[in-house]
């Protein structure tokens, strides 16, 4: 009986998400779970053989997802028919999704507030969501589905990055502001702006909570933000691209950066040590978007979503391992 109990916690230990990780930065032995953004559905696929195991159709247009730190729910956005600047008819929910049962258990009206696009979890379990069309950051209690603050971000926040912390978050409002949004949550409000001229694509945290990085919206260039100050102190250029990213991605050991260009179908890889090192340039499919990290340490996978393909690559020398088909074109995926 005494071995049999060390046997159940060891594994515990090895598929329970780590207790003090970064809840935006994770990823699990659980499963893989992949946003078809194109294809409006939520598929699940078995990540030692790349296949699908069941998908969901959740709703027109899902766009980004967090898990709840016991990594058994997730809530993904559902962004409505259209893209940035072009979404006549935004929708206004949040699909919950129990992963276990790999079934949806529900929705999150965040109405009147439309067009639900970034989303993020602090070690609490508390959602934050940017709505684009509404110029909104929503503080959301997923347990009771209640929206308890709806901040003004002063732009059009697309992506959000919230510090490990849950102190702050930064919103990146694309080309339609030319500033970062900087908010306290705890005050619930806005404090400050940082100054990018170009405007601001892909944003992440790192998982220690020192770093935050932005895409410039023109510029293939990665801006660098310490927190404590809330001011860029550097700037990366990416090598091999003509034009700005879209995404950014720390892995969630905090050991490198990851970025993609749809426009040039390249992902490059940057030590988070070392920003001015060597990158690793690697040729993708059409219109990468999306990241997800195996907990190997070892292993990437990039949504292709212009074309419905996703590439695996090894994250220590850059090589593309394989490239699988997975529906339409998936934007976001983690592994759970």
């Not at 998400?17 to 939520?42: C, E, S, W, Y």
């Not at 705890?186 to 404090?191: M, P, T």
């Not at 601001?200 to 927190?227: F, N």
């Not at 260009?261 to 978007?289: R, T």
Request: with cysteine; net charge neutral; aromatic share 6%.
């Amino acid at each position: 009986m005494p071995f049999m109990i060390l046997a159940l916690l060891a594994l515990a230990a090895v598929t329970a998400p780590a207790k003090n990780a970064d809840p935006n930065n994770t990823t699990g032995t659980a499963g893989l779970i992949l946003i078809d953004k194109v294809g409006h559905r939520v598929r699940f696929f078995d990540p030692k053989t790349w296949t699908e195991i069941s998908s969901i159709e959740v709703g027109m247009n899902p766009h980004d997802i967090a898990l709840s730190p016991d990594h058994k729910t997730a809530y993904v956005t559902i962004y409505g028919p259209g893209i940035y600047g072009r979404n006549p008819k935004p929708e206004h929910t949040i699909a919950i999704l129990d992963l276990p049962s790999r079934s949806v258990t529900g929705t999150i009206d965040v109405s009147p507030y439309v067009a639900p696009h970034g989303i993020q979890v602090d070690s609490a379990g508390t959602l934050y969501v940017t709505c684009d069309a509404s110029r909104k950051l929503l503080i959301v209690d997923p347990k009771t589905r209640a929206i308890k603050a709806a901040i003004d971000t002063e732009g059009t926040s697309h992506w959000l990055a919230v510090l490990p912390n849950g102190r702050k978050a930064y919103t990146a409002n694309k080309n339609d502001r030319p500033f970062i949004t900087v908010i306290d949550l705890k005050a619930r409000k806005a404090i400050g702006r940082i100054a990018v001229p170009n405007g601001t694509e892909g944003i992440a945290a790192s998982p220690d909570g020192k770093r935050v990085l932005a895409l410039d919206y023109v510029e293939p260039v990665l801006h660098v933000i310490d927190p404590a100050t809330d001011t860029i102190v550097d700037n990366i250029t990416l090598e091999g691209n003509v034009k700005a990213g879209s995404r950014v991605r720390f892995s969630p050991d905090g050991s490198k950066v990851v970025t993609d260009n749809g426009n040039g179908q390249l992902v490059n890889i940057l030590s988070a040590s070392n920003l001015h090192g060597k990158q690793l340039v690697v040729p993708v499919g059409k219109a990468p978007m999306g990241f997800g990290f195996a907990p190997d340490g070892r292993t990437l996978i990039v949504g292709n979503h212009g074309d419905g393909s996703v590439s695996v690559i090894d994250l220590r020398d850059g090589h593309e391992l394989k490239r699988f088909h997975a529906g339409s074109g998936i934007e976001t995926m983690t592994w759970y």
